[in-house]
């Protein structure tokens, strides 16, 4: 074995239904006096609690999917105004992502609360969008100092968003076993993931108050994130960010629904990783795992069900073809690129 690997340093507090204490006590042993807290309208009686027992200088709520430019800025002057010293976000990946826009500039630190199965918060990767590009980092400094995982926050997420979410997660899961860094640390990390999302989604699916298939699936998507960051973005993540910066997609909805082709993409060429997969799964192969999964879980299909025009899938190729890594597994050209997104837009059978 020749590799280095790399321990993002964060602290993670697993606290169902202390939230608010958790956060307290994170935000006491940062030192920090003045909090902002951001957290959109959907979130706030989620955040309430946890904002009575801060010392809140500034609340901001204006999240919107993807972090456009104009949003990170009016958020970044609204920081330096209030002169915070720390940021607690509760909320999804847009939420997080948005901390991360205004800790890039101002190097505060965060405590993020999870309120999906996003995993932004265990990643120092961040992303901006400017008109139709999304464009992504890596900086340490958008790494949250602390999460803190509540299952109690999550018990009244959508199906449809929860069952989203989670292969979003997952999805972070595949892209690690072949990302441009990937080492065997990653997929170890990567394979327990899939465990326990695997373990987790079904039992949330079937009762969403579930705390315990919450946490089963809430530790599931730490890992994965854990495994994605060190990894990095393959060509999963980097097709997803084109057409979620393109054409303005939701983020979780369009990670379930493409995932399933690119693991059949790839897996033909990465006998490992698929192997992992599979055993994690508890299948003969990985394509049979993950789609034993997604019809357990009713996932989503078709990219047309959530916004790509027909014509965009020609649109989108050029830009993807610039983005993903040169070592996929599976060597990726115009034509094989299209059809994958072709199969993708119409929800077509693997």
């Known amino acids: 074995m020749k590799f280095t690997h790399e321990s993002l340093p964060q602290r993670i507090t697993f606290a169902s239904g202390e939230a608010a204490t958790a956060v307290k006590a994170e935000v006491e042993a940062l030192g920090a006096s003045k909090v902002m807290l951001i957290a959109s309208d959907r979130e706030k009686k989620l955040a309430d609690p946890i904002a009575e027992v801060l010392p809140v200088a500034l609340r901001h709520d204006e999240v919107v999917m ?6 990170a800025d009016r958020a970044r ?49 961040w992303g901006l969008t400017d008109g139709e590009t999304k464009t992504t980092g890596v900086d340490p400094k958008v790494l949250p100092a602390s999460i803190v995982y509540d299952a109690t926050l999550l018990t009244t997420l959508p199906g449809d968003m929860t069952v989203a979410s989670g292969l979003n997660a997952l999805a972070h899961c595949v892209d690690a076993m072949w990302g441009p860094r990937m080492d065997p640390i990653d997929q170890a990390m990567a394979q327990e993931a899939i465990r326990g999302l695997a373990a987790g989604l079904p039992r949330v699916k079937a009762d969403s108050a579930s705390v315990e298939g919450i946490e089963q699936t809430l530790y599931g998507a730490y890992l994965a994130a854990v495994a994605f960051a060190s990894a990095g973005s393959g060509m999963h993540h980097k097709i997803c960010h084109v057409l979620g910066g393109m054409f303005d997609l939701p983020h979780a909805q ?62 989108a190729v050029a830009p993807m073809l610039a983005a993903i890594p040169a070592n996929n597994p599976t060597p990726v050209t115009d034509e094989n690129l299209t059809a994958l997104l072709r199969a993708a837009w ?4 693997l």
């Open 66 to 71: 993807h972090v456009p430019v104009q949003v």
């Open 77 to 125: 002057d609204a920081a330096a105004a209030a002169k915070v010293d720390v940021l607690v976000s509760v909320g999804g990946g847009s939420t997080t992502g948005l901390a991360k826009a205004v800790a890039l500039a101002a190097g505060l630190p965060i405590v993020a609360v999870p309120t999906t199965y996003a995993g932004s918060e265990a990643t120092n990767v």
């Open 346 to 349: 119409e929800g077509a059978e």
């Open 254 to 315: 369009t990670h379930a629904v493409v995932l399933p082709y690119v693991l059949a993409f790839n897996a033909p060429n990465a006998p490992e990783a698929e192997r992992r997969i599979a055993a994690a799964f508890g299948s003969a192969t990985a394509t049979e795992g993950l789609r034993a999964l997604r019809e357990r879980l009713d996932a989503p299909r078709a990219l047309k069900d959530y916004g790509l025009p027909e014509d965009g899938v020609a649109k």
